[in-house]
């Protein structure tokens, strides 16, 4: 048993020191208060102020209480719906502070490049709506189901496929996201540290121009 422990130990220890484990741990762990005030927000509309599933099936006075729900709804998409992107922004800022990199811009562009993996076009004709009926079957549509497209766009080859939309599903800002975004913010960082470390790729500025300026120039080509 004591040899058991001893080797679990030490793995226990290596995970400690590994630097991406660690990175990972921390931004987790930075990210905690969003994700406390997020379950705040899904106790609130899904546990207390609800007549469906919630306290007010069985207290409906509470139901007053209603009209702040939105408030809540948001705070719960703004932090656990989101946080694949505030994770990658904390898990690039671990990985570059590691590497030696100092500032807020690691996080910027780890958010940037998670960006660039991000799907952000998609067919209207997926969007989808269901409802359940008295007999409690569930039933599911597509917008597509319901696109006709005639005359004038008809003959100019329009179709369902060409009604599109642009924006970022809460597919992959969401806990679903995550596994891309650490990906994402590891091997994007470490790229980023690599270049950043060659004095052939930084663009020298005078002495006269003001730091910032001079240290957004130097890090120009690595961030491209």
């Known amino acids: 048993m004591d040899a058991f422990a001893d080797k679990l130990g030490r793995v226990g220890a290596w995970c400690g020191q590994n630097k991406y484990l660690n990175a990972i741990k921390n931004a987790f762990q930075n990210f905690m208060p969003a994700t406390i005030s997020g379950a705040v927000g899904v106790l609130w509309t899904n546990v207390l102020v609800n007549d469906s599933t919630g306290l007010g ?40 502070e590691a590497n030696g990199e100092t500032g807020a811009y690691p996080a910027v562009l780890g958010f940037i490049l998670w960006m660039m993996v991000t799907p952000t076009s998609f067919a209207a004709k997926d969007l989808s709506a269901s409802f359940i009926d008295k007999a409690g ?6 917008l597509g189901d319901f696109i006709n497209v005639t005359g004038a766009a008809a003959k100019n080859k329009i179709t369902a496929d060409s009604f599109t939309y642009s924006g970022i599903l809460s ?16 091997v994007g ?34 961030t491209c």
């Open 57 to 96: 099936a069985l207290w409906s006075p509470i139901m007053a209480l209603k009209v702040l729900n939105p408030i809540f709804a948001a705070m719960q998409y703004a932090t656990i719906s989101c946080i694949t992107i505030g994770i990658t922004m904390l898990l690039a800022s671990e990985i570059a």
């Open 171 to 186: 597919n992959y800002t969401a806990a679903t996201g995550l596994f891309t975004g650490l990906i994402v913010a590891i």
């Open 189 to 222: 960082m470490e790229l980023y540290n690599m270049f950043r470390k060659n004095d052939a790729l930084k663009i020298k500025m005078p002495e006269q121009v003001p730091p910032g300026v001079a240290r957004a120039f130097e890090v120009l080509i690595p």
């Open 137 to 142: 079957k569930s039933h599911g549509y597509t």
